[in-house]
């Protein structure tokens, strides 16, 4: 996903942590997370996916005992004229000198259990409460 849409973002953290934009506090490294951009809603929802599937592949790999020295995540996707999503759609890069079967199954574990992308697959019904 090197070419992402103005709705595409990266969320990264590590060594592959590079570039300009926000940095949020990360449980999994000393320097935080640096998400970019995050200027309007569609790359916010965007980011969400790419966050959880960030944080969730620090988990799963301490979990695994697979070695990580840096994730960065791209998730994009589009709208259509009414604003319905089209779909999104992520890509993960690691920096680790781990097992390469043991990286493929870190992302097939991820893909599996990351917490946002399976609300979002699942459908999420979202309503304005009253105040």
Not at 12 to 28: F, N, Y
Not at 36 to 55: E, F, I, K, R, Y
Not at 109 to 127: C, K, N, Y
């Amino acid at each position: 996903m090197a070419d992402l849409s103005p709705f595409g973002v990266r969320a990264a953290a590590g060594t592959l942590r590079r570039g300009e934009g926000v940095v949020l506090p990360h449980a999994w490294t000393d320097d935080g997370v640096l998400a970019a951009p995050a200027a309007n809603g569609a790359q916010v929802l965007h980011l969400s996916v790419a966050l959880c599937v960030l944080n969730d592949t620090y988990r799963e790999a301490e979990r695994l005992g697979v070695p990580l020295a840096g994730v960065a995540v791209t998730a994009d996707g589009g709208f259509d004229e009414a604003w319905s999503s089209t779909g999104i759609h992520y890509a993960v890069e690691v920096d680790s000198a781990g097992d390469p079967d043991r990286l493929t199954r870190l992302h097939a574990i991820v893909d599996e259990v990351a917490e946002i992308p399976r609300a979002l697959r699942a459908g999420a019904d979202v309503r304005r409460s009253a105040t």
